[in-house]
Structures are given as C-alpha cells and as structure tokens.
C-alpha cells in the first residue's frame, strides 16, 4: 500500500515508524512531507528509500492512503496552502 503523510513532525513520524514497523508498507511506498524544508535531510536519513518532501515545493501524490498528521490549529493553513495534486484514483 502506498501511504503519504502529510506533516512529518512528531504524529506524522510516530505513524510513518508504525507503519514499516508492522510492515502495512514498504519504506519505498511512504511519502513524508514536512512543512519546514530545514527538516528533510533528518527525515531521509530517518527513513532511507522513503521520498520525502517539502510542503511548498509542486509534485503529485500518488498514494492509496493519505494521512493528514497536523495540529488542529495549522489545519486551515495546510488546507488553504496546498500546492501540490492529488491523482484522480
């Protein structure tokens, strides 16, 4: 199963762990994206062969499950800021 996290703080990797833990993916099927760009080095060496990604830059998710990990109050601002697409499926 392909899984895109969506704010890769300490929710976002809590679950990323989780989920190659239990083996529900494999680290080339997870997408983490971060909002601070600041954090991508630390997240890849966190998780080799996972992509990782910076919440501005433009891409396309192309995952089964996408998981939204933010604090209740940055909510909005993900919501409104996405710069990226969703594939259709």
């Excluded at 991508?40 to 966190?46: G, H, Q």
């Excluded at 940055?74 to 969703?86: C, G, H, M, T």
Aim: proline share 3%; charged share 25%; aromatic share 12%.
């Amino acid at each position: 199963m392909k899984i895109a996290v969506l704010g890769a703080g300490n929710m976002g990797v809590s679950f990323s762990k989780s989920f190659l833990k239990y083996e529900l993916t494999k680290p080339e099927n997870l997408h983490l994206i971060t909002r601070t760009k600041s954090n991508l080095e630390k997240i890849a060496e966190e998780f080799p062969g996972a992509q990782v990604s910076a919440f501005d830059e433009e891409f396309s998710i192309d995952s089964d499950l996408v998981i939204i990990a933010v604090k209740p109050q940055d909510f909005q601002f993900v919501a409104e800021n996405i710069s990226f697409q969703f594939n259709e499926n």
